[in-house]
């Protein structure tokens, strides 16, 4: 399957598309990882992620790595994240949003701390 790269998200949107699920995982200093995923069912259009910088210390060469049930997907280039701040939301684009992804949990994963969606029919 070809994969596309994690981009910054745009504010430009061809049609709205229900949302599959998001989350953020637990608040834990350091760190908070964020994932989006967007679609219906088993057809996933994208999958964003989100890192936050909870900790008054900049975080160094940080990025946000894709992975689904079948292994990595892509990640993004790396990034320093200053004190309180935050990357993202980047987004993969699935290259074949009509076609049924496996079921299972689709992730974002950043600064050792990683968010998971659970996707399913």
Do not use: R
């Amino acid at each position: 399957m070809l994969l596309s790269a994690a981009l910054p998200a745009t504010t430009a949107m061809a049609a709205v598309i229900p949302q599959s699920g998001d989350s953020c995982g637990p608040q834990i200093v350091g760190a908070q990882e964020c994932t989006a995923i967007v679609g219906a069912g088993l057809k996933i259009t994208s999958i964003s992620g989100t890192l936050y910088n909870n900790s008054p210390a900049e975080l160094y060469d940080v990025y946000i790595e894709f992975y689904g049930p079948n292994g990595y997907i892509t990640k993004t280039a790396t990034y320093n994240i200053p004190a309180y701040g935050h990357i993202g939301g980047f987004v993969w684009h699935n290259p074949n949003p009509t076609a049924n992804m496996t079921a299972g949990d689709y992730c974002t994963q950043g600064a050792g701390h990683s968010d998971c969606v659970d996707v399913h029919s």
